[in-house]
C-alpha cells in the first residue's frame, strides 16, 4: 500500500464515491477506507435500515421519488459523521440537494468505468439493481452514463477505477485524493 503523506486532512471532510452502479463504490470504498482507517458506510445499506425494507421493495412499493427523498434524508444526515468514506447510490449525486450538500461537506469522488466493463459487473447481480429490472442492460446503462456523466463531472475528483485490481485502484484513489490535499 502507498504511503498516504496528508491523512490529517483527508480526515478532516468525508470521503463521498459516486458514480454508476458496478462501479465499484461499496467495494472499493470499504477497502480504501480500512487503507485510511476510518469507517465505512454504505448509504443503500442505511436506506434500507431506515426504511426497514430493501431498496427493490421501496421501489415497488413508494416508487424511486419516495426513495430518493428517502435517500437525500439518510445522505445528509451521514454527512453529519466526521470522518468516514461514504458510498452513494448511482442516483443520488444527481439530485441538485444532495450534490450541494456533497460538495459542502465532503470531498466527492467520481468512481469511473467504461460502460462495456459495468454491463459485465452488474449482470453479476442483477435483482439488486431496480433501475435495471426488466430492461436491456447495456442500453440503459448508455443512457444513464449519458444523462449522469454531465453531472458526475462535478465531483471534485474523477478517477478511472476501469479494470485492474481492487488493489490497484484503491492505490489510485490514495493517491489522487494525497494529490488533491497536497495541492
Known sequence: MIEVKNH?????RPIVLIG????????????LAEALHLPFVDA???????????IAEIFDRHGEAAFRDGERRVIKRLLDD????????????????????????ALSVWLDVPVDELVRRVKKKPDKRPLLKGQNVEAKLVELMQIRAPIYSHAALKIDVGGGSHEQAVEKLIQAIDSHYAA
Open 8 to 12: 490529517e486532512a483527508i480526515c478532516a
Open 44 to 54: 443503500d445499506s442505511e436506506i434500507e435500515k431506515a426504511a426497514a425494507m430493501t
Open 20 to 31: 454508476m452502479m458496478g462501479a465499484g463504490k461499496s467495494s472499493l470504498g470499504l477497502r
Open 82 to 105: 466526521l470522518p468516514i468514506v461514504l458510498a452513494l447510490g448511482g442516483g443520488a449525486f444527481m439530485n441538485d440537494e444532495t450534490r450541494a450538500l456533497v460538495q459542502e461537506k
